[in-house]
């Protein structure tokens, strides 16, 4: 089994693939793909950059050149519901794109033509074992639910509303549910997890540069503890 592992920023997999051994690197479109093994699994790694064309494309190449069994989407997240606090894991049970709008046209918000889906399915099998990981690490609140991703750093109350009213996503990214996209039209399973580093409703400018770090090591750390289980 190959495992694909996708983060938006350096920050969200940089402890991963320094801790990956036997690596060999390739530069493709841009992104380095990391190839090697991590807890004795084989690893495939990549920092897609920030935004769904940027997840897509690496989404996109990672399957058709290094054909993983499964892509996990990991990083960072702002929080949608009041439960969810810094460091708070949320695993998903399916992806949304909140940006998706041709309501104009008689279609539900979101609503992805073609897919005709607005909920894109992750692998319910995938979606178990994480959970089931999450359980084992001490100290750490885990969420299965909707992650709503959209090409905007949401930050305002309003929107952070809006997505709620249309999806009731449990927090708000920039790339999952592009990979989720991509992943589905070429039957790969997957699953994305986001530690919430700020609280999507303004006050980002002043928690985000100091929270992210607590995150990032606690989804680094969810990584690795899935790969162990694995």
Excluded at 150 to 177: P, R, W
Excluded at 199 to 215: E, L, T, V
Aim: glycine residues 8%.
């Amino acid at each position: 089994m190959k495992i694909g592992i996708i983060g938006a920023m350096d920050v969200e997999v940089q402890e991963l693939i320094s801790s990956m051994e036997n690596i060999t690197e390739k530069n493709i479109s841009s992104s380095v793909y990391y190839e090697g093994k991590l807890q004795n699994k084989n690893i495939v790694a990549a920092k897609c950059g920030v935004g769904k064309v940027h997840a897509a494309v690496c989404a996109q190449t990672m399957i058709l050149k290094y054909k993983p069994n499964i892509i996990i989407n990991t990083g960072v997240a702002g929080s949608l519901n009041s439960k969810l606090d810094i460091g708070d894991l949320v695993i998903s049970d399916n992806v949304v794109q909140h940006d998706m709008d041709t309501s104009g046209l008689g279609d539900p918000i979101g609503f992805i033509s073609g897919m005709n889906l607005v909920y894109i399915p992750c692998s319910k099998n995938l979606v178990k074992k994480l959970e089931s990981s999450a359980k084992t690490i001490e100290g750490t609140n885990a969420f299965v639910g909707t992650i709503a991703s959209g090409d905007q750093f949401i930050c305002s109350q309003e929107k952070k509303d809006y997505i709620v009213k249309h999806f009731n996503a449990l927090c708000t990214e920039m790339e999952g549910a592009a990979i989720g996209q991509v992943c589905y039209l070429n039957n790969t399973d997957f699953c994305i997890i986001r530690a919430i580093s700020d609280k999507a409703d303004g006050s980002a400018h002043m928690d985000f540069p100091s929270f992210i770090k607590i995150a990032t090591k606690k989804s680094t750390q969810m990584i690795n503890t899935f790969l162990k289980d694995l």
